[in-house]
């Protein structure tokens, strides 16, 4: 089994200070309640000591919870709700519950759903980014419970990481798109979060390797049908010369899909489209689009499976485990 190390109290910090507990907890609660001196040498020992609030009541604080953490960036994103499908596929039979939390992509936002989390005594925890604040690594290091960030094998990992190779994945559809003729290929970016500049450098360096120019257009709104939609006519407007458009994913795929056709271009000869992650839907549509199929599910499952059996006390668990992924021509190019 794993032991959770002893983790710093009100105690801890009242003792760095050189307060009472009950200050601390006043502190903590509401700091209007105390001086400004004392409010700043608080907030600092809790970021020095990685402090985490115990929700959960004093009886449980050592036992396990039986409940698995799970962060994801998005509850409407087909990706995570596929990926949480996995993961359930393993947690409720094997006797544990989920603990979901959101962050909309934000590193600070995430920060706060991983305290949180950490308050209520998880026993594990899944990421679903590489990129986490300093105080969120402290705090994680801090509550000492098996940790595995999902999706990406390329990054650094805090402890296990399980899914695919981002930057590899795009290179190489970037390379097919290539191969079926394409000149020009643009990239259509959103969100931006980092698995997305993982892919756009594989898409970059198979441009530079082909000695293409590269053309990107890229913006923080949400994915969706209408703004790849919208994203194809700002295309065709600034870049007529471009003959292949590469998408972060599917949804910006599909609406420059839709967009090409209301337009008359024709799809694979006027303009190859192709996507990233393979939705059901990429695949029942005419044409059928070219896409990287990811193993969302199974990286689920995987994640889940492993922090269970590290839970249960295996020791020579695999640092990274990358579940690849596969190239799907499709129709589109």
Known sequence: MVNKKKRPTL??????????????????RDASQVSEAIREKVEQAVEDL?????????ILSNAKSNVIGVLVPSLTNQVFAEVMRGIESVTTPCGYQTMIAHYGYSAELEEKSIASLLSYNVDAIILSENVHTDKARK??????????????TF??????????DNRQAAKEMTNTMLSKGC???????????ERTRLKMAGYRQAMEDAGKEMIS?????????????????ELI???????????TNDDLAIGAVFECQRRGISIPDQMAIAGFHGHDISQAMIPALATVITPREKIGQVAAEQLIARLKGEKNWQATIDLGYQIEVGNSL
């Open 237 to 247: 407007e600034k870049y007529p010369d471009v003959d292949g458009i590469f998408c």
């Open 183 to 193: 000149n020009s290929i643009a990239y259509f970016a959103a969100r931006m979060d």
């Open 11 to 28: 105690q801890d910090i009242a003792d760095r200070v050189g307060v009472t507990k009950m200050t601390v907890s006043r502190c903590l």
């Open 50 to 58: 990685g402090y985490i609030p115990n929700r959960a009541p004093d």
């Open 155 to 164: 990054s650094p990992r805090i402890e296990q990481a399980v899914g695919f």
């Open 217 to 233: 257009l890229q913006t923080e709104e949400a994915s969706s049908f209408t703004l790849g939609s919208k994203l194809l006519s």
């Open 139 to 152: 705090m994680l290091e801090t509550a000492s419970i098996p940790v595995v960030e999902i999706m990406d």
